[in-house]
């Protein structure tokens, strides 16, 4: 069965500094994954998803994730947080064709010291 | 860029009534989806929905929930009766097919009192 881990529950990074959100994923075949952000009372924003091809994926708001078959990992970085990244990030797994359910983690709380 | 729209924001039921949560995916989509997030918890899968039938659904979707596209636009999520438990954020989405991923609506927060 599909599972996610997403080992932190919460981080605490400051303003401008580098930024590293860890994803393992279980599955048995190759995954599509993604990773989206939650802000407080709002919905799921895409960041980015890794389909195939290049491992290192760029996304949206500076965000990018490298895939890690080895690994079984799907990190996100970003070099420098801004205040406004401030959010709930979560990580999903999702089969390849049709009507693909995704399987998402617990989800990392990120917050932003000034 | 394309939005799910989902109404409404925000609803407040009396255990035991019906709900009905609205949602109108992406117009070229093939694929519709509810998720829930009850408070403060990750977002878990209720059911899938292709060429007018259900694909798939989890163990949350029993016999109190029910999905339906009533017309070209709309899909709809029905519980029946109400329960404490089920108050929780509801997310519809929709996809392509293949590898376009999901588009999220921005949810519609049921409380149950």
């Known amino acids: 069965a599909q599972s996610v881990t997403q080992p932190d529950i919460h981080i605490t990074v400051s303003e401008g500094a580098s930024l590293e959100l860890r994803c393992n994923y279980s599955?048995?075949?190759?995954?599509?994954l993604f990773w989206y952000v939650q802000s407080p009372g709002q919905g799921l924003q895409l960041l980015l998803k890794?389909?195939?091809?290049?491992?290192l994926v760029q996304g949206i708001k500076g965000f990018e994730a490298e895939f890690k078959r080895s690994q079984s990992s799907f990190n996100l970085r970003k070099p420098s947080v801004h205040w406004s990244d401030a959010a709930e990030y979560f990580c999903?797994?999702?089969?390849?064709?049709?009507?693909?359910?995704?399987?998402f983690g617990q989800g990392t709380r990120l917050t932003i010291n000034p | 860029e394309p939005e799910v729209t989902q109404t409404p924001s925000h609803q407040v039921t009396q255990m035991g009534q019906e709900v009905i949560l609205r949602c109108v995916p992406i117009?070229?989509?093939?694929?519709f989806y509810w998720y829930r997030q009850i408070l403060g918890q990750k977002v878990e899968f209720l059911v899938s929905?292709?060429?007018?039938?259900?694909?798939?659904k989890s163990e949350i979707f029993d016999d109190q929930f029910s999905v339906e596209r009533p017309d070209g636009s709309n899909f709809t999520l029905k519980i029946r009766s109400t329960k404490l438990e089920d108050s929780a954020m509801y997310f519809c989405?929709?996809?392509?097919?293949?590898?376009?991923?999901?588009?999220f609506g921005s949810g519609t927060r049921l409380t149950v009192v």
């Open positions: 890794y389909f195939s091809g290049d491992t």
């Open positions: 117009s070229n989509h093939l694929y």
């Open positions: 999903a797994v999702g089969a390849i064709r049709g009507a693909q359910k995704l399987v």
């Open positions: 929905f292709y060429n007018n039938e259900i694909s798939e």
């Open positions: 989405a929709s996809s392509a097919r293949g590898e376009s991923g999901y588009t």
């Open positions: 599955y048995g075949a190759t995954p599509y």
